[in-house]
Each structure stands twice: as C-alpha cells, then as structure tokens.
C-alpha cells in the first residue's frame, strides 16, 4: 500500500479527497494486487473508491492465472470524472484483466474539465499480466485523456492493447471538435522501453486526417507483448503481419519490435473488427510469451 501510495503521488495519477466533494465530478478508484502462493494466484487485495470494482476471480486455465472483469457501472465519463487504476501482480502470480464493456468519454459540458482514466499497472520478477480491455468510445465533443503507465521488473511479462473508436462512425458522427489525449509509457526496471502519445484535438494539425495520421479512419487499436526472452522470429513477425492482412483489407495495419517487445498497429472502420484482429494476433503470441495456449475471457463472447 506505501509503494502504491508513493507512485500515485509521484507520478500525479491520483486525485486528492477534496477533489472527490466538488460538484459534477465522480471520481472511482480500484486497487487490485495479486500474490502467488501454494494453491496458486490469488486476488489478495481488492480495495475500490466509488463505482468501480471486481467481485471475483475466474480460473478458466487453472488456478496459477486469474481472470478478472472490471466492472463499472455509469459505463463512461462525463466533465471532471477521473478513474483510477491500480494492479500489482507480484512475483510469480499471473493475471489477465478486462472489462465488462465499452468504455466511454461522453460530450463534455462547456466547463472544459477533463474526462481522465489513469491506469497503472506494476508487474513483479517472473509474474505475468495480459491488460485486455474493450474498446473505447470517445464521443464527438469528448475532453479526454487517457494515461496508462507499465513498470516492469526484469523478467516480468506484459501484453496489452487499447481499441479506440473517434466519434460515431455509424452514425454518421464524427470526431468533430473534440479532444483526446491517449499515452502509453512502458518501463523496465526504471528505464523506458516505449513512450506513445497520440494528443487530438489541435486545430493547427488535423491528424485524424492528413496521411501521416490517422488517414481518416475513426478506429485505432494498439496492441504490445513482451519483452520476449529473444528476439521474436521473422517468420512470427511474418504471420502477424498476415492476420493484418487477412482480416483488414480496408484498413491499415503494422508489426514492429522495439526493445523485445512486439507492437501491432491497427486502423481500421469498425472497433469490433480491430479488436478481432488484434485478438487473433494475441491468440498467435501468447505460446510465445507465457508458454500457454490463447484462453479468451468468457466475457467477449457475450
């Protein structure tokens, strides 16, 4: 609890008490640490602020890796709401965590305060944790950010993705007048292996449209595993590449290594099919990584 209390102030993804009285604001917080022991992984805290929570691990392969399902009621943000996340897999444990639906950053009010979801994940020597969340919406008129910090210890292993969905591309409705800032830092031992930022919203640069951007496609799905022990084949890179290929012939798509750790980018139309392809890409690299076949949460096939 002092670690997790220490890095929330250090790094400002918290939110002080005071902040949690002011009205048109709905702060939640959870914080989720997993331990290894003789019958294998277990949830050994489970602390949670307002209306974000767990209530149980599943074990569909077995009871040396949970499965847990975030549940948050309200199903998005509006003006000044924050989320805080906190997971700490410790040595040996082994986890996978993902949401019970799409997340939403809903049209902001004319007061300009953020929507924030902060989202820090710490993952100990020889522990696992796969952070497979569903797709994100972020509305037209939205005032977002999005932080996702990852601290791994050597010999530590971490899969992750994040699926966001600009405007309402069914309906018509695009990511008009509307702001988002998304970051992924990823750290091993201290030092950084990966920094992502896509900030949208600034009028001086229309990244949603211009080629070097998003070339006009609504849907964005980043994925990463790793760091892998060596570095990953070029025959694996190869059939990454080719599940790109297949499934997304009206999008864009690509694989790169950095740092032992694999990153899938994807553009897409349609958040379900970007997260389908990146689901496959997980299915194919998971062996790879963790030693152990793809296992989906139950949860996606409702």
Known sequence: MNQLATLRSSEGLGCSDSAGSSA???LAGLELVFEHDARGCRLARNHHR????????????????????????????????QLDVRITVAERARALVTTTGAGRVYRARGDGLLQRQNTLLQIAAGASLEWLPLENIAYPGANGSMHTRVNLEPGALFAGWEVTSLGLPARGESFHKSRLHQRLEIFLDGMPLLLDSLRLGDPAVDILRCKAGLSNFPVNGMMVMGPFPEAVCDDAMAECRRILMRGNTHGLGGVTLVANMLVVRVLGRCAFEVREL????????RPQLLGRSACAPRIWRT
């Not at 990146?278 to 690299?285: D, E, F, I, R, V």
């Open 50 to 81: 307002g209306p974000l929570y767990v209530q149980k691990p599943f074990f569909p392969e077995g009871r040396d890796l949970a499965h847990i399902y975030l549940l948050h009621p309200p199903g998005g943000l509006v003006s000044g709401d």
């Open 24 to 26: 048109g604001r709905w």
């Open 278 to 285: 990146l689901s496959q890409t997980w299915c194919y690299m």
